[in-house]
């Protein structure tokens, strides 16, 4: 049987409402709930996006590789590889496994890759450029150890596989990011449309700093830790929201427990126990074990399919407050 909320928690000086606590029942039927809604978007999610970026990016190793006499060449290129934004991030995929841009500066020993600090020490370039060659992935550019020039097999083999590579990594990114904003932006309206009015972002350091009764913040400061969104109560307190999605449920361990959980203990630690109510809004998949452990670490946990159970507990707030 479903949790409900708690009933209020009586006080001299008023009602207070208990953060939600769900039974495992009821956990267990959220969580299959999201997943199968997981499920659903992934199998509808059209293809376009990834057919795009594999055009966009072909295009951009065929650039590079005719730029270079099919990376053979890539020191001498390296100003007018490392000035131009999409062959930079190409460039980047050319080792195995890919290197981020601060992985490639700090190895490099790179402060800048601007293009006038690059063409000021061209000892830069040359640094970028090499460290990207020591890791260079041999089994897509056999031909480069060799000493030789590529087969026509093997160059459009390597330009199809490495544009795959780039496609890959940024639908991935974009899935990450959209499900995030598309939370947001769900429980944004949610408030919006409950007479709730957005006010500015800011650094919130005392409660008092917090947006009032009735209102709310997108992306802040909470003490020492950002939310994605918080909440003036009606009773006073203060909700910061967690959105989080996970696409697998060991993945979950780090969307849930290791960063809204740690979030929330930390809260609890700056401003008291019960002056805010830290909440994970979550989508995707997750573990009932790893849902179980963020409410015992004080975590309240919604969920994107049921927007009408925040809308509900702030409700309480208000007839309690």
Sequence with gaps: MATKPQAARQTRASAVVDPIRWDAERLERDRITAIEAFRTE???EPLKRYIG?????????RNLFSMTVDLRQLSRHALDVLGDETLCEALRYLPGPPISLDDLKVIADVDSMTPKA???DPRLARRLIDTVLMGLDQRRFPWIAEGREPTDKERVSAILASAALVATRKVETARRNEGKEIQEGRVRAALERHGFKRVDTRPIQTLSEAPEPGKFCMESLLGTRKA???????DRRVMAIECKVSNSATNSIKRLNNDAAAKA?????????????????????YRLKNLEDAQDRHLMILW??????????????KKSA
């Design 118 to 120: 690059l063409r000021e």
């Design 53 to 61: 970026a594999i055009d966009v990016f072909g295009d951009a190793f």
């Design 265 to 285: 203990q930390a809260w609890r630690q700056d401003f008291g126990e019960t002056q805010v109510i830290p909440v994970a809004l979550l989508s995707g998949v």
């Design 228 to 234: 994605d969104i918080i909440i003036g109560l009606w």
């Design 42 to 44: 992934r199998m509808k």
């Design 304 to 317: 994107a399919h049921s927007l009408d159970e925040l809308v509900s507990f702030i409700d309480q707030t």
